[in-house]
């Protein structure tokens, strides 16, 4: 798993709790604990808000709650929503296609490759929070 997908699951495990519960916990706070740059546990947090999967309260008392149940989230909507590319090869990625996938010559190596993409999103949108975390 790519270093920075680990990053956003670490900051969800420990730091989130359960749908609506409040848990007074400021970036720094979860960026020092998790060993993550604070600068992107704030990307990472306003992602989720500006998405509409995480809620958060400025403050002394604020902090930031899931306003979705876990068995709801898919690991494909967290990576979706913080990178858009989700691709494990790019060449299979939008318009980055393979110059050697022709419509006259199609590359093997291309194919195989977008049918394994293929796998991978399925695996992550079947997987959710609730089963990765154990809650």
């Given at each position: 798993m790519?270093?920075?997908?680990n990053?956003?699951?670490?900051i969800?495990?420990?730091?989130?709790?359960?749908?609506g519960?409040?848990?007074?916990?400021?970036?720094q706070?979860?960026?020092?604990?998790?060993?993550?740059?604070?600068?992107?546990?704030?990307?990472?947090?306003?992602?989720?808000?500006?998405?509409?999967l995480?809620d958060?309260?400025?403050?002394?008392?604020?902090?930031v709650?899931?306003?979705r149940?876990?068995?709801?989230?898919?690991l494909?909507?967290?990576?979706n929503?913080?990178?858009?590319?989700?691709?494990?090869?790019?060449?299979?990625h939008?318009?980055?296609?393979?110059?050697?996938?022709?419509?006259?010559?199609?590359?093997m190596?291309?194919?195989?490759?977008?049918?394994?993409?293929n796998?991978?999103?399925?695996?992550?949108?079947?997987?959710?929070?609730?089963?990765?975390?154990?809650?």
């Amino acid at each position: 798993m790519p270093n920075a997908i680990n990053n956003r699951m670490r900051i969800r495990n420990k730091n989130f709790p359960c749908t609506g519960q409040w848990r007074p916990a400021r970036n720094q706070k979860i960026a020092i604990e998790e060993n993550i740059p604070v600068d992107f546990t704030y990307k990472i947090i306003d992602k989720l808000t500006r998405a509409r999967l995480l809620d958060s309260q400025v403050g002394r008392t604020g902090g930031v709650r899931i306003l979705r149940p876990l068995d709801e989230i898919s690991l494909y909507d967290i990576i979706n929503i913080i990178d858009q590319n989700r691709h494990v090869f790019r060449c299979v990625h939008g318009d980055n296609n393979c110059k050697l996938n022709t419509g006259t010559r199609p590359c093997m190596i291309h194919q195989e490759l977008k049918r394994i993409q293929n796998i991978v999103e399925d695996e992550l949108k079947r997987k959710t929070l609730k089963e990765v975390l154990g809650e």
